[in-house]
């Protein structure tokens, strides 16, 4: 792989820390050639330090290592994404991030979905949520309707309208997180369950 260390008078390249199993950026850091060259001998994630003036591993102190998964360059040689496992927290400050944010896996608009399925359980207004009127009817409705949207999506899947196909999976999928909040899990314990099976 070429890297550009000589681009900038420093001799120095940004390092985006990124974690390899929920996407979340970490940190941001700084490598020199002898930085990079120690993280791929080791596999663990190693800096030029700018105030220290030397070379520092995340986690020499601390224990909480980034332990190097992949290291990839961008279109123009002059910064690198790497992808690691860390262990515990990466921010001095004691924090997931640097950014002070929570280090969690995030399915996009499908977590915010879910947020809003918690939101209407648990403020129950029942006459004016269809979803906190599922979740009254108890788990049996809420199953049934699951059971229903799955007939429905394999009746479409026969047809030719994707449109009506797509809705119907969007209709499966929507009581199907319900069902899951009911049974008291979300779609973290699925992914779990098939990165467990893709081992």
Known sequence: MEIDFNKNSDGLVPAIIQDFTTRQVLMLGYMNEEAYNKTVETGKVTFFSRTKKRLWTKGEESGNFLNLISVKNDC???TLL????????????????????TNESSFGFLSEL?????????????????????FEKGINKIAQKVGE??????????????????????DLLFHYLILLQ??????????????????
């Open 114 to 134: 879910e947020s809003v399925i918690t939101s209407r359980r648990v403020n129950a207004d029942s006459e004016n949520s269809y979803v906190a009127s599922l």
């Open 182 to 199: 009911a049974k008291g899990f979300t779609l973290k314990d699925i992914v779990k369950v098939l990165e467990g099976r893709h081992k």
């Open 82 to 101: 790497i992808k690691v496992n860390p262990v515990g927290p990466t921010c001095h400050k004691g924090t997931d991030t640097c950014w002070d944010e």
């Open 76 to 78: 123009d040689n002059d």
């Open 149 to 170: 949207e799955a007939v429905e999506i394999v009746i479409e899947a026969k047809d030719n309208d994707d449109n009506l196909f797509l809705n119907e999976g969007a």
